[in-house]
């Protein structure tokens, strides 16, 4: 059987997508505040590679109020390395949005961009698997934002 190319869509999930079936039963006003929730996470998905590139390429953002900016301009003051993912097993990992350890301490920043909350558990998650994959002298002093 030829089946029609879609590689362009290769790698991406549909908002209305096989896997997340739920959809199925929303009725119309569910499925507008689903939608709104895809397409926020679509932006904080854009806002953090924008703030991982502005990291690594040291371009502080102008000062402001705004969070992005931020949260930028303290990763880079900071010299945090972004989008760090800590491994400790197939079934325990995470990424950092920005992390350092320098002169015994370890600081671990959290960008949100959305309707979602900041948990300090989150950060916890993330001290512990720096500590566990083999930074022992992190648990000293430790900074989570």
């Not at 502005?54 to 953002?61: A, E, F, P, T």
């Not at 995470?94 to 350092?100: F, K, Q, R, Y």
């Not at 920043?109 to 720096?130: R, S």
Request: glycine content about 6%; aromatic content about 12%.
């Amino acid at each position: 059987m030829n089946f029609n190319n879609h590689s362009v869509l290769e790698g991406q999930h549909a908002f209305l997508g096989a896997s997340k079936y739920h959809w199925i039963n929303y009725d119309e006003n569910k499925v507008a505040e689903s939608y709104v929730k895809f397409l926020a996470t679509q932006k904080g998905t854009v806002l953090h590679e924008f703030a991982a590139q502005c990291i690594k390429l040291g371009q502080k953002l102008p000062k402001s109020q705004k969070t992005l900016n931020m949260y930028v301009n303290d990763a880079i003051g900071y010299k945090m390395t972004p989008e760090q993912i800590l491994y400790y097993s197939e079934n325990c990992f995470g990424t950092a949005d920005s992390i350092s350890f320098r002169n015994g301490l370890l600081r671990i920043h959290d960008l949100k961009t959305g309707v979602i909350k900041a948990h300090i558990e989150q950060l916890m998650i993330y001290a512990a698997l720096f500590c566990i994959i083999g930074n022992s002298s992190c648990r000293r002093n430790l900074e989570l934002k």
